[in-house]
């Protein structure tokens, strides 16, 4: 589980590719605390450390992630979004992140003026349920709150400390960005699907009296 909040950005230096697989060779600076096993949102795929060599570690996807994400045409140089997962006993900011991206999104336009900085991103129209305006995103794994939606695009606006320290820096128009709809709209739209079925009586009682 992650919060959305970039710690840190690490450097794509090396990438394997294998007929059912991808192993990721990522650099990142100061981050020693962090050892084989351990998980780490990339991008804001939930990633797990296969291997440590000095600075660079590795991660390994498999056909399931590639699908998902753009990971497959990731390449060398490339700035990645880091966060580790979150800690029980730590603070909770952001949103709840899976790490479990939901599809590919594409840079429609940017806009700025002065120091506001604003996205427009499109998404697939079966994904209308999951997504509000003032709600929760995970873009490349960065909690964002949705500023706009039209059809089948929404807006996001970063502030400027987002902007300069996560890879939102390096985007242009027309790169891919993964997405990861909030956890708790997915949750309450299953909840509302099942409270449908003629079968679920019990479910629509509960609904009433909210």
């Not at 050892?35 to 498999?62: H, L, P, Q, R, W």
């Not at 349920?129 to 960065?142: E, L, P």
Request: proline share 0%.
């Amino acid at each position: 589980m992650f919060t959305g909040l970039i710690e840190t950005i690490g450097i794509l230096r090396d990438t394997k590719k294998f007929s059912n697989k991808l192993l990721a060779g990522i650099e990142i600076e100061n981050f020693e605390s962090v050892k084989t096993g351990d998980s780490i949102s990339c991008n804001g795929v939930c990633s797990t450390v296969a291997k440590i060599e000095n600075n660079i570690y590795y991660f390994e996807y498999m056909a399931e992630t590639l699908d998902k994400t753009y990971f497959d045409g990731l390449k060398r140089n490339q700035k990645v979004n880091i966060e580790r997962a979150l800690i029980s006993n730590g603070r909770f900011d952001g949103h709840f992140v899976q790490g479990h991206v939901d599809e590919v999104g594409k840079i429609k336009n940017i806009y700025k003026k002065n120091n506001n900085i604003s996205f427009q991103i499109s998404y697939s129209s079966k994904f209308d349920n999951y997504i509000i305006k003032k709600g929760s995103i995970a873009v490349d794994g960065v909690s964002l709150t949705v500023a706009d939606v039209k059809k089948e695009s929404f807006k996001v606006s970063l502030i400027s400390h987002t902007f300069e320290n996560t890879n939102f820096k390096n985007k242009n128009i027309g790169d891919p960005v993964n997405l990861e709809y909030d956890l708790i709209g997915k949750y309450l739209h299953k909840f509302y699907q099942n409270s449908k079925n003629e079968n679920s009586s019990n479910i629509r009682e509960v609904l009433k009296e909210w």
